[in-house]
T-cell receptor, first 115, second 109 residues
Framework: EPEVTQTPSHQVTQMGQEVILRCVPI?????FYWYRQILGQKVEFLVS????????KSEIFDDQFSVERPDGSNFTLKIRSTKLEDSAMYFC?????????????FGPGTRLTVT | RKEVEQDPGPFNVPEGATVAFNCTYS??????FFWYRQDCRKEPKLLMS???SGNEDGRFTAQLNRASQYISLLIRDSKLSDSATYLC??????????FGTGTLLAVQP
């Protein structure tokens, strides 16, 4: 069964450094998403992406964040200058096409630790 | 009012029991609703989709009450492997999911 994959599984970085989290969505999916989950808290929406542009972004997704689909398979989340409060699990998800358009499937996540 | 509210639990039930979780949501415009299960430190896994009044899949039944803006999940004949956190997720604008904090289920032998 097709799966969303994410790399790395764990990233440790120093405050102020840039990180890029990578995702390979399910191959025929059309919509792509990033969510994050701070330890012990709920899963929070960051951004949705469709047709090579951002569809919606949350208040969390400020100027320090950006997303890109550099080729036909990868979907990346970049944090330009990491803060301690960016420490969280980051999940990529994808959905579509067809009648199951809205069913989102999640990758295993990247645990980001900012020190 | 929170966007999505769930009883955090934990629900401690014996194997074989029937257990029900409720979830209320504030956005009356939501059209699609989902239940996910999340194991500790893992990703949410899609359990059920609810587009109309309800859906049934084996031991799992989800029901939607649009008038009262709540969704329920019923698990029959609980198994040890059902132990997890169950997340309610109505869909907002542009397909984003709005997650509740989840309900923790612990099935005891």
């Amino acid at each position: 069964e097709p799966e969303v994959t994410q790399t790395p599984s764990h990233q440790v970085t120093q405050m102020g450094q840039e990180v890029i989290l990578r995702c390979v969505p399910i191959s025929n999916h059309l919509y792509f998403y990033w969510y994050r989950q701070i330890l012990g808290q709920k899963v929070e929406f960051l951004v949705s992406f469709y047709n090579n542009e951002i569809s919606e972004k949350s208040e969390i997704f400020d100027d320090q964040f950006s997303v890109e689909r550099p080729d036909g398979s990868n979907f990346t989340l970049k944090i330009r200058s990491t803060k301690l409060e960016d420490s969280a699990m980051y999940f990529c998800a994808s959905s579509g096409p067809g009648e199951r358009l809205y069913e989102q499937y999640f990758g295993p996540g990247t645990r980001l630790t900012v020190t | 009012r929170k966007e999505v509210e769930q009883d955090p639990g934990p629900f401690n039930v014996p194997e074989g029991a029937t257990v029900a979780f409720n979830c209320t949501y504030s956005n009356s415009a939501s059209q699609s609703f989902f239940w996910y299960r999340q194991d500790c430190r893992k990703e949410p896994k899609l359990l059920m989709s609810v587009y109309s009044s309800g859906n049934e899949d084996g031991r799992f039944t989800a029901q939607l009450n649009r008038a009262s803006q709540y969704i329920s999940l019923l698990i029959r004949d609980s198994k040890l492997s059902d132990s997890a956190t169950y997340l309610c997720a109505p869909q907002g604008a542009t397909n984003k999911l709005i997650f509740g904090t989840g309900t923790l289920l612990a099935v005891q032998p």
